[in-house]
Structure formats: structure tokens, C-alpha cells
């Protein structure tokens, strides 16, 4: 991920810029369109891809990332380097690169538990966002995050603001390299996240029912105490 004008938090610059042009009105319907099957076809290669299909499995560690916010200032690709000058990944180790406008899973899951939702912004995919949002005060420490995969900025922007997602942090991917990397299987994909980074538990691969989300987000608090960590009174 890049940021203009802060070279320490350079990574993994974006592509180059479509020269703008004059467009009509039914211009922007057609580009969803493309953007939808652009995001469907992507999803369908990790469906058959020889990753499997079922998320990361639990005990393994989750792939680290640096995403920018999707309501932040900060352009660039999601930065997926695990060490320095790891070229098209990040010149700077993911997990190093934090500050405002970043979503950075390390920093996450270095407090706490995590409940990360990866998901395409588009038909009922998002409506796990708000589930998050319910949740997330009866569960103290627990950080709820969640990553739109490609699509479009502007519109993500509007559904952070639309669903009041105060309480969930929500990242962009604009070129979607998280998708093998988190074997997405559906849309939305949850995983269960204990402190330093290992999977508590399988992924959901469909948004559950609200009871269902709130008993798994329960035992990985449970999990997580059985490991020493201490949720804030």
C-alpha cells in the first residue's frame, strides 16, 4: 500500500491511472457491471483453485496485510510483504505498516481476538457489516474487521457511512490479491482470529444467522482467555 506525500509507508504502489474521460450517464451502470463480473470470476478461480475452498484452516496462521481504510485518504494496493523489498508484495514487511487510514491485521490481532469478514460489496454480501456492528460492544477487545474486495472505492465509502460501521474497520483491496491468500470461498467469508495470529476455528463461508455469529464470536473470546489473554473490563 502507498500513500502519497509519506514515503516510510510505501508498499505496493497502485497500477497506473485511466486518463479521465467524459462519459454518459448510463457510462457507470455498464463499469458495475464489468466490476461485478470482474469480482464473480474472481471468486469463481478461488473456488477451483488447488488452495481449497474452505477458508484458512484453524491452527494455521493468518496471512499478514496492510489494507487502506476504505474511508481513508490513502491510495495503493494491500501490502501482503513479510519481509523488506519482497517486491510486487511491499518494499516494507506488511505487519510494519501501520499509522492512520491502515488496516493492519497484525496490529489486530496483536491486541486481541479478531473477527475478520472478507466480502464483495454488492446484492446481500455486506449485511454481515451490520451483524459486526450489533456485536461488537458486548464484546470487549475483540476487534471486528472486514476487507471489500475489489469493486469500487467511492461506493464502499458510502456503505461505511450508510450502515453506521462506527465499531467495524473496514478495508479496501482494489486489485483483490487477498482472495487466494485467505481462500475465499464464498461471499462473505468470516474468520476467527485468536491473539498472535492463528485461526481459532473454521471459517463461515455465508452470513450466519445473528445467534450463530454472536455463539462463535463467544468461543473465541473463551478460547482466547484459555490462552492468557484478559478482555478489558
Same mark, same amino acid.
Given at each position: 500500500?502507498?500513500?502519497?506525500?509519506?514515503?516510510?509507508?510505501?508498499?505496493?504502489?497502485?497500477?497506473?491511472?485511466?486518463?479521465?474521460?467524459?462519459?454518459?450517464?448510463?457510462?457507470?451502470?455498464?463499469?458495475?457491471?464489468?466490476?461485478?463480473?470482474?469480482?464473480?470470476?474472481?471468486?469463481?478461480?478461488?473456488?477451483?483453485?488447488?488452495?481449497? &475452498?474452505?477458508?484458512?484452516?484453524? $491452527? @494455521?496462521?493468518?496471512?499478514?496485510?496492510?489494507?487502506? *481504510? !476504505?474511508? /481513508?485518504?490513502? %491510495?495503493?494496493?494491500?501490502?501482503?510483504?513479510?519481509?523488506?523489498?519482497?517486491?510486487?508484495?511491499?518494499?516494507?514487511?506488511?505487519?510494519?505498516?501501520?499509522?492512520?487510514?491502515?488496516?493492519?491485521?497484525?496490529?489486530?490481532?496483536?491486541?486481541?481476538?479478531?473477527?475478520?469478514?472478507?466480502?464483495?460489496?454488492?446484492?446481500?454480501?455486506?449485511?454481515?457489516?451490520?451483524?459486526?456492528?450489533?456485536?461488537?460492544?458486548?464484546?470487549?477487545?475483540?476487534?471486528? &474487521?472486514?476487507?471489500?474486495?475489489? $469493486? @469500487?472505492?467511492?461506493?464502499?465509502?458510502?456503505?461505511? *457511512? !450508510?450502515? /453506521?460501521?462506527? %465499531?467495524?474497520?473496514?478495508?479496501?483491496?482494489?486489485?483483490?490479491?487477498?482472495?487466494?491468500?485467505?481462500?475465499?470461498?464464498?461471499?462473505?467469508?468470516?474468520?476467527?482470529?485468536?491473539?498472535?495470529?492463528?485461526?481459532?476455528?473454521?471459517?463461515?463461508?455465508?452470513?450466519?444467522?445473528?445467534?450463530?455469529?454472536?455463539?462463535?464470536?463467544?468461543?473465541?473470546?473463551?478460547?482466547?482467555?484459555?490462552?492468557?489473554?484478559?478482555?478489558?473490563?
Amino acid at each position: 500500500m502507498s500513500r502519497r506525500g509519506s514515503p516510510e509507508n510505501l508498499a505496493r504502489p497502485p497500477g497506473p491511472q485511466a486518463r479521465a474521460v467524459r462519459t454518459p450517464p448510463y457510462g457507470r451502470y455498464i463499469g458495475l457491471l464489468a466490476v461485478v463480473v470482474v469480482v464473480a470470476l474472481t471468486i469463481a478461480v478461488a473456488l477451483t483453485s488447488s488452495n481449497g &475452498a474452505t477458508g484458512i484452516a484453524p $491452527g @494455521e496462521a493468518v496471512p499478514p496485510f496492510a489494507a487502506p *481504510l !476504505a474511508s /481513508g485518504t490513502l %491510495n495503493g494496493d494491500v501490502n501482503v510483504a513479510t519481509r523488506a523489498n519482497e517486491g510486487s508484495a511491499g518494499k516494507t514487511p506488511a505487519c510494519v505498516v501501520r499509522g492512520a487510514g491502515v488496516l493492519n491485521v497484525c496490529a489486530l490481532y496483536e491486541r486481541g481476538p479478531v473477527v475478520l469478514a472478507l466480502f464483495v460489496n454488492a446484492g446481500s454480501c455486506p449485511a454481515v457489516l451490520g451483524d459486526m456492528q450489533a456485536l461488537a460492544g458486548d464484546f470487549p477487545g475483540v476487534s471486528f &474487521a472486514a476487507v471489500a474486495i475489489k $469493486g @469500487e472505492r467511492r461506493s464502499l465509502r458510502r456503505l461505511v *457511512l !450508510a450502515r /453506521g460501521l462506527s %465499531n467495524v474497520a473496514v478495508g479496501f483491496d482494489a486489485d483483490g490479491v487477498l482472495v487466494s491468500m485467505y481462500r475465499l470461498a464464498s461471499c462473505p467469508q468470516l474468520t476467527f482470529v485468536l491473539p498472535g495470529g492463528i485461526v481459532q476455528s473454521r471459517a463461515l463461508l455465508s452470513r450466519p444467522p445473528l445467534g450463530t455469529l454472536r455463539a462463535r464470536v463467544g468461543e473465541l473470546v473463551a478460547a482466547a482467555k484459555a490462552r492468557g489473554w484478559k478482555a478489558p473490563a
